[in-house]
């Protein structure tokens, strides 16, 4: 089993930038199946960024193109959320996940199976 630790989430003002992290254990060489999602109070788990299947390009939610990127560092088995431009809107509780790719859907994975803790991103107006 995969487990997750992510760090890095806080309190910041509109407009401003987070960093986020995820290191993962006990499965080496897994940053290339790992995404972030995000929950906020009411709403449904979306989908923020992640790495496609075959590839490992990056992909992202609508919501949140153009301002956050997702990179990895294999060499820490570590996958890291660079969020710039923060809104109000994109408040919520970020958890990061891992796959284990058994199947994908438009090069995505379809299923994420071991799940981080989740970290809490507030973002004031």
């Known amino acids: 089993q995969v487990q997750l630790l992510e760090s890095g989430g806080g309190l910041v003002e509109t407009g401003g930038s987070l960093r986020l992290s995820c290191t993962a254990s006990g499965r080496p060489s897994i940053t290339g199946h790992m995404g972030w999602f995000r929950q906020a109070p009411g709403k449904e788990r979306e989908v923020v960024a992640g790495f496609t299947c075959a590839d490992t390009r990056t992909y992202y939610g609508d919501s949140v193109q153009d301002r956050f990127t997702i990179s990895r560092d294999n060499a820490k088995n570590t996958v890291y959320l660079q969020m710039n431009n923060l809104k109000p809107e994109d408040s919520a509780v970020y958890y990061c996940?891992?796959?284990?790719?058994?199947?994908?859907?438009?090069?995505?994975?379809?299923?994420?199976?071991?799940w981080g803790q989740g970290t809490q991103v507030t973002v004031s107006s």
């Open positions: 996940a891992a796959s284990k790719i058994l199947s994908c859907k438009n090069n995505i994975p379809v299923h994420y199976d071991d």
